[in-house]
């Protein structure tokens, strides 16, 4: 398991209740690499956004097994899920999910904040620095473009330093230029980081810049192949 940031064994997953329950993940087995990018692709309502929360330990599915970071998520409770998460789980979604009443600086010290780090400011600076936000330290979300925005949750997903960063549709809500700004800038940081990556996207030329792009149809893996970037 050493080599294996992310290894799912038959995952199975329904979400809702009585008549309204849908059956979304249906025995997905899937392992991502350590340092490697994995495109998750597909139509809506494949599972993508689900599967890619299971592997964040967002969701707890109904049978099979669940392994990130070499620790089996299945026996964690929540509060040491949680922990684990916010350690090793950097996640980033289309919609941001900024605290609207906290400046950007704020907002990426506070993952630290609630994990007792003293340093949390000076960490959160230093990041927004390194996503270009350097200037915009004291500005709230409103005041922000959805660029900036993006790069504010981007910075707070990445403080803590996570051996994993997730990212659900991170282009999704943005124009195409400000979308290739926040792709370049996830990609440096797998780079530069050797960080694990996986995302979630509609975006097929995004996602044959990955090392691998899973299609799914239906809540299973359709295809699993290398990408081929022309």
Known sequence: MKDKAIALHDVDLSLGR????????KGISLTVARGEAVGL??????????LLMTMAGLERPDAGKVI???????????????RFRGRRIGIVFQSFHLVPTMTALENVALP?????E????ERAKAELTAVGLGARLHHYPAQLSGGEQQRVAIARAIVPNPAILVAD???GNLDETTGQSIIDLLFALKRDRGAT???VTHDLNLARLCDRMVRLRSGQVEADAASVVA
């Open 197 to 199: 990556l996986v995302l």
């Open 68 to 82: 990130v970071d070499g620790t089996d998520l299945s026996g964690l409770d929540e509060d040491a899920l949680a």
């Open 18 to 25: 009585g008549a309204a329950r849908v059956h979304i993940l």
């Open 112 to 116: 630290l904040e609630l994990a007792g």
């Open 41 to 50: 692709v597909g139509p809506s309502g494949s599972g993508k956004s689900t």
């Open 169 to 171: 549709e991170p282009t």
């Open 118 to 121: 003293d340093d949390a400011f």
